[in-house]
């Protein structure tokens, strides 16, 4: 029984301390435009990494989006600086002409043919964020 009670304590504590991971004003505000544009909540996947959630849809379950903390180096930057960012959907063919390794990188630890990396320090406006979660959401609709 007192296994049982630490294991419902530590999933109450886990799931109450999940918002506290990322920190940049940016993605807070993203975290908030997704809530209220689409009703979905981050999900937290992985325990052995808990700065790592994804967005999925309602409706299938497929991902549309995922924030994480990593080093810039993971982006070919020359540095072990800890940024936040999102990987969001697209098609190949915009991918190519958008990569331009200064705001739009490769899809970190995702398939790069299908998705791309955008570092949440400012330098892409929380705008053209919006419409690019909005993109990658409509992609992963149900196909007819």
């Known amino acids: 029984m007192r296994t049982e009670y630490q294991e419902v304590l530590m999933d109450i504590a886990d799931q109450c301390s999940k918002m506290d991971v990322f920190h940049?004003?940016?993605t807070k505000s993203i975290i908030d435009y997704v809530n209220q544009k689409y009703g979905n909540e981050l999900e937290?996947?992985?325990k052995k990494v808990s700065d790592n959630a994804i967005w999925r849809?309602?409706?299938n379950q497929k991902w549309?989006?995922?924030l994480m903390i990593v080093s810039k180096r993971k982006l070919e930057i020359d540095s072990d600086e800890l940024v936040e960012i999102i990987d969001l959907r697209e098609t190949p063919?915009?991918?190519e002409n958008l990569i331009d390794y200064q705001h739009y990188y490769p899809?970190?630890?995702m398939n790069k043919k299908h998705w791309y990396t955008i570092l949440l320090d400012g330098s892409v406006y929380f705008e053209d964020i919006c419409h690019r979660i909005d993109r990658s959401y409509d992609l992963?609709?149900?196909s007819k």
């Open 24 to 26: 940049a004003p940016i």
């Open 44 to 46: 937290f996947l992985w």
């Open 57 to 59: 849809r309602s409706d």
């Open 64 to 66: 549309y989006a995922a």
């Open 93 to 95: 063919e915009v991918i």
């Open 107 to 109: 899809g970190w630890h």
């Open 140 to 142: 992963t609709q149900k």
